[in-house]
């Protein structure tokens, strides 16, 4: 069920009053600083992911496995911890504005009663699988002159 326009705007009065109250709290539960050391992370690991390389690299000219091998890990882990710290990053700043964001300056967001909108699923006939497969093929045949 959705919010009603009454518990909305008590909604945003709550939201103003915290960010005024306790504004790193409220910074806090917008994620701003869990994105910002989820892209540091990102950064270090894009960092040693080159180091990684670079120990590889020695492995190979230098014909010492031991350090190629030690530099294809540091690669693996590197790339390992950028996939990991950026994992939802892409996903989000790719997804369009909310409008409902617009008009609510503290940056929460409002979920309609907790549940996600999906366009319902109509079905045409009902019928078993079979039933259903019959008449496509029925269709079929009509709308290419019976063959």
Known sequence: MPLSEEELRLLEQMERAL???????ASTLRGTSLRRSARRRAIAAGACFVAGVALLMTGVVTQLPVVGIIGFLVM?????????????QPAAAAAPPDPRQAAHPSRFTVIDGGRKSRPRRTRRSSGSFMERMEERWRRRREQNGGF
Do not use: I, N, Q
């Open 19 to 25: 960010s005024e109250e306790d504004p790193k709290f």
């Open 76 to 88: 693996l882990g590197a790339g390992t911890v950028a996939l990991t710290s950026l994992r939802g």
